[in-house]
């Protein structure tokens, strides 16, 4: 499987397509590129591979890999002093979502002159970055679950506020994406669960979100036919090259189609993920069954016909007995207790999680007394 896309924006897909990372440097104007990825990819072989890439293309090794899970501001700083300190002209971003979001946030942050919440992900506040120093992005996804890779923001940690926010600008979608399978081989079985789940969510929230977008809702659609056919093969067998660049396929379409909404599953992630340092796509997979029934009244419509699409039995009963077995099958917690959440901190988080900007997209209006309740059942294991 290899093919070039244009949709949303340049993807060069395949195994074996990370030996045109220098042309795709030069395809759009980079000479000194700085490759940003998390502390746990820094020394890995397919990382040491990208770096000989550059460097015998007269590149560089430029590296800044102090990107944490949940990636925070202080990360995000970091990332801009090695990017000036190196006199970088576009960024490498390598990695998973955390990587990926902090590489853009670095060639997006770089030289703006106001602080980066001024640029949150709110009505037009993309309006007030200045567009024309905004350096040139490559993503290259070593995981298949964000999909940030054509992603037009990032997601960083304010510290001071304790809160995720998402940055946007039209900008931050990556020039050139190399979406190669091969990178992802050497991932253990648990973090393709948590990441193919990630994608999963992306693809079933935006196909629930009430807004009207039918190309993002037939995306959706095929992106969960992908992950229900390829993730338990990814995940029973990592070497599966097929499985492994369906699943990087889908995780991509999940990204596409959440511009039409995401929803409770991400809204009650979110806070955890902060306050707890919980894996995303593992904290997502053990929410979402819990808001999936909450949500039942206004969905069950249209996931009978989500389940007919994907040859699942019993309607909206079947669907929910497939996401509970295909957790089961990839060893995902059924609680969030499971995963070191407790209840110390419900009500702060259900308090977080009505203001995250992926609450607006819940088929149900999401009330802190509601998120707290879906917090409680999802700790006990009440679906």
Same mark, same amino acid.
Request: net charge negative; glycine share 12%; hydrophobic share 45%.
């Given at each position: ?33 700085? %490759? ?8 890995? @072989? ?12 007269? %590149?560089?090794?430029? %590296? ?14 970091? $990332? ?9 002209? $576009? ?11 902090? $590489? ?42 964000? $999909? ?32 190669? @399978? ?5 991932? @253990? @079985? ?120 994907? #040859? ?47 609450? #607006?997209?819940?088929?149900?209006? %999401? ?17």
């Amino acid at each position: 499987m290899q093919a070039n896309w244009s949709y949303p924006t340049t993807i060069w897909f395949g195994a074996g397509r990370i030996e045109a990372l220098p042309d795709a440097c030069r395809n759009v104007g980079i000479e000194r590129p700085l %490759l940003v990825t998390d502390r746990g990819l820094a020394d890995l @072989p397919i990382t040491a591979r990208a770096l000989d890439i550059l460097e015998k293309a007269g %590149l560089g090794r430029g %590296l800044f890999s102090g990107v944490d899970g949940n990636p925070t501001d202080t990360n995000l700083d970091a $990332g801009i002093d090695a990017f000036k300190a190196g006199g970088h002209d $576009g960024v490498i971003a390598f990695g998973g979502g955390s990587a990926l979001d902090v $590489g853009k946030l670095i060639a997006f942050q770089a030289d703006q002159v106001r602080p980066v919440w001024d640029f949150e992900d709110i009505g037009d506040w993309f309006t007030r970055a200045n567009a024309e120093v905004i350096w040139p992005i490559i993503a290259v996804p070593t995981t298949s679950g964000t $999909g940030s890779e054509v992603g037009r923001a990032g997601v960083v940690t304010n510290t001071a506020e304790e809160v995720k926010k998402v940055i946007f600008h039209p900008k931050m979608l990556p020039s050139v994406v190399i979406s190669d @399978p091969e990178l992802t081989v050497g991932l @253990p @079985p648990h973090i393709t669960a948590g990441t193919g789940m990630d994608a999963f969510v992306h693809n079933l929230e935006a196909y629930c979100a009430p807004t009207y977008h039918p190309m993002s809702e037939g995306i959706a659609v095929e992106g969960m036919r992908l992950v229900k056919e390829y993730l338990p093969r990814a995940y029973k067998d990592g070497t599966d090259i097929e499985a492994r660049g369906h699943m990087m396929s889908a995780a991509a379409m999940g990204a596409v189609a959440f511009q039409k909404g995401l929803g409770g599953v991400h809204s009650l992630s979110h806070p955890a993920g902060v306050l707890y340092h919980t894996h995303h796509g593992l904290t997502n997979a053990v929410y979402l069954p819990y808001v999936l029934a909450f949500n039942r009244p206004a969905i069950e419509g249209k996931i009978d016909r989500l389940a007919a699409w994907l #040859g699942i039995d019993g309607g909206f009963d079947g669907f929910m007995k497939y996401i509970l077995d295909l957790r089961a099958e990839l060893g995902i917690a059924h609680t969030s207790k499971e995963i070191g959440i407790d209840d110390a901190q419900t009500e702060r988080m259900a308090a977080m999680a009505v203001v995250d900007p992926t609450a #607006g997209g819940n088929p149900v209006p %999401l009330t802190e007394e509601i998120c707290s309740d879906l917090y409680r059942r999802a700790l006990a294991g009440t679906v």
